[in-house]
């Protein structure tokens, strides 16, 4: 994962004090800089769904759970913890008998449950695994999978750290060129 920050300040030129009145400009230099970090991946989010289908709600509930456990159970042996393992969605709907785009009988023909759970995965080297597992206990769609980075916030503050000292440079850079010295910092805007 690659983190990009831009970071704009503003300097005040002079060390001096500076009374500005509504129609006059403060001296300041502003400057932009970017800087990212790239951290790896450490952490696989995959979202996994059974879906099955019966006459009845409660037979498609009934099978849909059983499958549903045979999956978790395939997937804490492959060492994954309950609380690595979520359910995120859980639908039952009716299903119609259609025929040229018209439906035959307003009575349902059946009913389709469909249940998503998502899995963290912390070693992502066992994403295959854990996909192939899956799916012979059961489940029948994989939904997404994304890799991620567990400390972001980390990531997000080095490279803001990075992008911040950069900043610093280039007005320390402009002020030295034009003879004068950096005063305090007067504003700071982030984006990223």
């Known amino acids: 994962m ?5 970071v704009v300040i503003g300097l005040l030129l002079c060390t001096r004090a500076v009374v500005a009145g509504d ?3 403060v001296p300041t230099i502003e400057v932009s800089a970017s800087a990212s970090f790239a951290k790896a991946p450490d952490l696989a989010v995959i979202q996994l769904s059974v879906e099955t289908f019966a006459k009845t709600a409660l037979e498609a509930t009934q099978e849909n759970a059983r499958k549903m456990g045979q999956m978790s159970k395939q997937l804490k042996k492959q060492g994954l913890a309950p609380a690595q393992i979520r359910t995120t969605h859980f ?3 009716p299903q119609y008998d259609y ?3 018209r439906q ?5 023909i059946g009913y389709k449950v ?11 080297k066992k994403v295959g695994q854990v996909i192939d597992g899956a799916i ?4 029948n769609r994989i939904m997404g999978l994304a890799f991620k980075v567990r400390d972001s916030e980390g990531a997000y503050q080095m490279a803001l750290t990075n992008a911040m000292k950069s900043a610093k ?3 320390e850079a402009i002020a030295a060129g034009a003879g004068v010295k950096l005063g305090n910092l007067l504003w700071v805007s982030t984006s990223g």
């Open 114 to 124: 469909h249940n998503t759970v998502e899995v963290d995965i912390l070693d992502i």
């Open 2 to 6: 690659k983190y990009v920050i831009t």
């Open 169 to 171: 440079k280039q007005a």
């Open 99 to 101: 025929k040229d785009g």
């Open 91 to 93: 639908q039952v709907d």
């Open 23 to 25: 129609d006059e400009m």
């Open 104 to 108: 035959k009988d307003p009575r349902p």
């Open 136 to 139: 012979d206990a059961g489940a």
